[in-house]
């Protein structure tokens, strides 16, 4: 079965956010800030990735506050 890209991107996207330590800018140690830094930046490509590719930005916002902490919680006007 082939999986479309957009799925592909969706999958990448729920992964990435799976495994981010949402709370890296508190860490003493900088390679872990940075990491965590990395990692957001991904997390914000995908974003803007699976909405490039059709997803509907409330959709796509639903999927990144689903794994994020309630202060870091998206709405759609936060995304350009």
């Known amino acids: 079965m082939k999986v479309s890209r957009e799925q592909e991107v969706v999958d990448e996207f729920i992964n990435v956010l799976s495994g981010h330590d949402w709370y890296y800018d508190y860490a003493d140690d900088f390679s872990v800030f940075e990491k965590g830094m990395?990692?957001?930046?991904?997390?914000?490509?995908?974003?803007?990735?699976v909405m490039a590719l059709g997803m509907d930005p409330s959709a796509a916002v639903d999927i990144y506050n689903q794994y994020a902490?309630?202060?870091y919680k998206l709405n759609t006007n936060d995304i350009g």
């Open 69 to 71: 902490p309630e202060r």
């Open 38 to 49: 990395r990692s957001k930046k991904k997390i914000m490509t995908l974003l803007k990735e």
